[in-house]
C-alpha cells in the first residue's frame, strides 16, 4: 500500500518527465545544496520555513527534498499542519536520488 505523504525517487522522475507542475524545495543546508540540487527546485533550508511561507504555492503538489528524507518529513508534518495539504516528501532524500540516476 503506498503512502499519501511520500514519494519516491523514480515516481518524482516519472511525474517530473511527464511535465507535471511540482514545487520542488530543497531543505538542506547551504554546503548540502552546494553539492548539487534536483533542477528546478528552490532551496529553503528547514530552519527559514516558518519565515518563507509565503515562498510556497499552498495549491499545487509539493515535494520536499533533503539528503536522506529525515528533515523534509519534519517539514512535510509542519507545513501540513498549516493547511498546506498537498506536500510529499521524498523518501531516500538525495541519497536515492543521486543513486538511482539512470
Known amino acids: 500500500m503506498s503512502n ?8 518524482l522522475r516519472e511525474r517530473l518527465a511527464a511535465g507535471e507542475k511540482l514545487q520542488l524545495i530543497d531543505v538542506r543546508e547551504d554546503e548540502e545544496v552546494n553539492q548539487g540540487m534536483i533542477d528546478g527546485a528552490k532551496h529553503i533550508p528547514l530552519g527559514q520555513i516558518p519565515d518563507r511561507l509565503n515562498e510556497i504555492d499552498k495549491t ?3 515535494v520536499l527534498i533533503c ?9 512535510r508534518e ?5 493547511g498546506y495539504d ?3 516528501n ?9 543513486e538511482n540516476q539512470s
Open 67 to 75: 539528503r536522506s528524507g529525515y528533515r523534509s518529513e519534519r517539514a
Open 60 to 62: 499545487i503538489p509539493t
Open 86 to 88: 498537498h506536500c510529499l
Open 4 to 11: 499519501p505523504t511520500q514519494i519516491d525517487t523514480d515516481e
Open 78 to 82: 509542519y507545513l501540513q499542519q498549516l
Open 90 to 98: 521524498m523518501s531516500g532524500g538525495m541519497i536515492d536520488w543521486v
